[in-house]
C-alpha cells in the first residue's frame, strides 16, 4: 500500500477519515457488524437427524456434549457400529469434537462424495445460469481433489462458501501439534491454490509440516490446516470488526479441548486469522504453548498480557507487508487494536525480513518460516529475533516437545 504522505498526522487522519467512512455506511445502509450468516442446513440436517437417532434401541448421546463424553460413547462402540453411524449421518460424525480422528476421515469423504453428486447434478442444471453452473463445476472438482485417499479431512461444511479443516501427520500420535489460522477470503474453492500456493491453508500447512521435520527429524510432529470459520469476504466492514472472528474463536477453541492427547500445541495465525486468535486466547486450553502471528492488524487486545493466556506470544511482520499501513487502534467496535510488533505491545517478535509480503510468510526457505517450524517443534532457542538484543528469546532454553508445567 502506498501513499502520499506518510507522516504521523496524515496517518491518524486517514485512520479517522476511514473509521468516518464505514459508520456512514452502516448508519445508511442498515448493515450492522450483529448480522449473523445464515445457519449451516446441511449440517445442521445431519445434527438434527442425529439428535433423532437410536443405536440398538438406544438414544444418541447430545452431539454438543463435552468431548470427553461423545470420546467415551465412540469408545464403547463395534467398528461396525461406528461406521454405521459415519455413513447414516456423515457430516454430524465428521464434524463432532469427541469423535475419533479416523472416523471423522471417513465420514467427511462420504460427506464430500455426497456434495460431490449434488454439484455433479448442478453443473447441468438448465435453471441455474452460466455462472452458476460453472461455480458447480469449480466445486465439484475441489471435492474430487479432496477426496483423494491420502487427504485428512478433519472437518467439512458444504454450506455457503464452505468450511474445512485438513491435517497433515499423524494428528493421535504426534508429540507436537501445529495449528494454522488463515485470513480474509477463506472458503472451500480458495483452501488451496495452484498460483501463489503458500498464500492458501493447504500450501502454509504443507509447508509447516516438511519445515518442522526438517527441523526436528525425531519429532513426530501434525499440522492442522485450519480454514473451518467463515471468514470475511475481502477487506470490507467484517474484516474490521471482530464478528467473524468472535464467531471463528469460539469453533476454534471447540477444537482445540477436542484434541487428541495431551501434546503442546503451537497456533500460527496469519492477518485476520491473528484476530481469531486474539479472540480464543483466553479460553484456550493450557496444552496451547504458543501463539505466533503474522501479518496481524492486531488482536483486539492492548497488549500480550491482555490476551489472558499462558501461552508464549510471537509476533513477525515483513517490511515491506501493507499490513503495516493499517490504523491500530479500536474504535466503537471498528479496528483491532495495538500492533503486535511494536515493543508496547509485549509479544516476542521474530525476524521475517524475507517473507515477500502479506502472503510470503510460509514461503519454504524463508526466515519467517524457518522461525515458526522451530516454535512448532519448540526449538526456542534456534528462533531468530527481530531485534538484534535477542529479546525474543529471554527466558527460554533449549528444545523441548513435553508441555509446560
Known amino acids: 500500500m502506498t501513499s502520499f504522505d506518510t507522516s504521523p498526522q496524515w496517518n491518524v487522519w486517514r485512520a479517522l477519515l476511514a473509521l468516518a467512512v464505514v459508520f456512514v455506511m452502516l448508519a445508511t445502509t442498515g448493515w450492522t457488524a450483529l448480522r449473523s450468516h445464515r445457519e449451516s442446513t446441511a449440517l445442521q440436517a445431519s445434527l438434527d437427524k442425529w439428535a433423532h437417532g437410536r443405536l440398538h434401541g438406544h438414544r444418541l448421546p447430545d452431539p454438543e456434549a463435552a468431548p470427553t463424553r461423545l470420546a467415551r460413547f465412540f469408545a464403547s462402540l463395534t467398528p461396525r457400529d461406528r461406521d454405521r453411524l459415519a455413513h447414516r449421518y456423515p457430516l454430524a460424525v465428521g464434524n463432532m469434537n469427541g469423535a475419533p480422528v479416523t472416523l471423522r476421515y471417513l465420514a467427511n469423504r462420504i460427506a464430500l462424495d455426497q456434495a460431490r453428486r449434488i454439484e455433479r447434478k448442478r453443473m447441468h442444471d438448465s435453471r441455474l445460469s452460466t455462472a452458476g453452473q460453472q461455480d458447480a463445476g469449480r466445486r465439484m472438482h475441489r471435492y474430487e481433489s479432496l477426496l483423494n485417499p491420502r487427504r485428512q479431512i478433519l472437518a467439512f461444511d458444504p ?74 469476504d475481502g477487506l470490507g466492514v467484517d474484516a474490521a470488526t471482530g464478528l467473524r472472528a468472535a464467531e471463528g474463536a469460539v469453533r476454534l477453541n471447540a477444537l482445540l479441548h477436542a484434541l487428541p492427547g495431551r501434546s503442546p500445541v503451537s497456533m500460527f495465525c496469519h ?7 486474539g479472540v480464543a486466547a483466553h479460553g484456550m486450553p493450557r496444552r496451547v504453548a504458543d501463539i505466533a502471528v503474522a501479518a496481524s492488524p492486531g488482536m483486539r487486545a492492548a497488549s500480550a498480557a491482555r490476551l489472558g493466556t499462558t501461552a508464549r506470544v510471537w509476533a513477525m511482520r515483513d517490511a515491506s507487508d501493507w499490513v503495516q499501513d493499517v490504523p491500530y487502534l479500536e474504535l466503537g467496535g471498528l479496528g483491532h ?27 519454504p526457505g524463508t526466515d519467517s518460516l524457518r522461525n515458526l517450524a522451530v516454535i512448532g517443534v519448540g526449538a526456542y532457542d534456534a528462533v531468530t529475533c527481530a531485534r538484534e538484543n535477542d529479546a525474543c528469546r529471554s527466558g527460554l532454553s533449549g528444545t523441548t516437545t513435553a508441555g509446560r508445567a
Open 337 to 363: 487494536g495495538a500492533d503486535p510488533v511494536s515493543s508496547a505491545f509485549g509479544a516476542r517478535v521474530l525476524s521475517a525480513r524475507d517473507a515477500q509480503g502479506h502472503s510470503g510468510y510460509f514461503q
Open 271 to 277: 492477518s485476520y486469522g491473528s484476530v481469531v486468535c
Open 159 to 232: 454450506e455457503g462458501s464452505g468450511r474445512i479443516a485438513e491435517v497433515f501427520g499423524n494428528l493421535t500420535a504426534a508429540q507436537r501439534i501445529s495449528v494454522v489460522v488463515p485470513g480474509v477470503d477463506t472458503d472451500l474453492l480458495t483452501f488451496q491454490r495452484t498460483h501463489r500456493k503458500y498464500s492458501a491453508p493447504v500450501g502454509m500447512a504443507k509447508a509447516l509440516y516438511a519445515a518442522e521435520r526438517a527441523a526436528s527429524p525425531t519429532t513426530r510432529t501434525a499440522v492442522i490446516a485450519w480454514a473451518d470459520y467463515t471468514s470475511p
